[in-house]
């Protein structure tokens, strides 16, 4: 079996400082693991994806994740806040298993940026 | 709690047929998103749908098409089909543009 926990329903951050944005995982086998982000009325856009290469994964729109195994996360996180970076922003894990893509979704943190 | 409900979770047909993927929402949202995840390819947003208006359209084949009900479940028809088209669909819904909620997904297999 497999989850994903975001642990933060809601994040505020001021304009031109670190975001973190949480996520914590589990998988009996190794998984792949993303981070999309979600603007309003729009679809899913991947920031960047853990497929067992680099722990540390750069994505797009300076976005980073750290794949930590012995602490089962995921967290994302970029240096400096912007105003465009407000959005819903989901951790998804995807286990392949004999073939079968199984895709799992956390509940989704919503990302507030403040002027 | 009600979730996004899919039908048929898994559906095989055969080349050139013809499928067609219903979602129903979680009630009261008014937006429904569908994506598709080929084998160990990423998902790809589909199409979206705002009060049964078309309100984003990403990598839809020419051959797919859909709609918002008044009801505001989604159906994804699917024509022609390809072997290619074998993938995992699922369809998310929210209200406001937020709260996203996501299926299980439908399994299609093209054979």
């Known amino acids: 079996a497999q989850s994903v926990t975001q642990l933060d329903s809601h994040v505020s951050v001021s304009e031109g400082t670190p975001v973190l944005l949480r996520c914590n995982y589990s998988s009996s086998y190794s998984p792949s693991l993303f981070w999309y982000v979600q603007h309003p009325n729009k679809g899913l856009q991947l920031l960047l994806k853990y497929t067992s290469a680099a722990t540390l994964v750069k994505g797009i729109n300076g976005f980073e994740a750290e794949f930590k195994k012995s602490e089962t996360s995921f967290h994302l996180t970029k240096p400096s806040a912007h105003m465009s970076d407000a959005a819903e922003y989901f951790c998804v894990v995807s286990l392949s298993n004999f073939g079968n893509e199984k895709l799992t979704f956390g509940t989704g943190t919503r990302l507030t940026i403040i002027p | 709690a009600a979730g996004v409900i899919q039908s048929p979770r898994h559906l095989i047909k055969e080349k050139r047929e013809t499928a067609t993927l219903k979602c129903y929402p979680i009630p009261r949202h008014d937006t429904v998103y569908w994506y598709q995840q080929g084998p160990g390819q990423d998902p790809q947003f589909l199409i979206s749908f705002y009060e049964k208006m078309q309100s984003d359209k990403g990598s839809i084949p020419d051959r797919f098409s859909a709609q918002q009900f008044s009801d505001y479940h989604s159906e994804l028809n699917m024509s022609s089909l390809e072997l290619g088209d074998s993938a995992l669909y699922f369809c998310?819904?929210?209200?406001?543009?937020?709260?996203?909620?996501f299926g299980s997904g439908t399994r299609l297999t093209v054979v």
């Open positions: 998310a819904s929210s209200q406001d543009s937020y709260g996203y909620t």
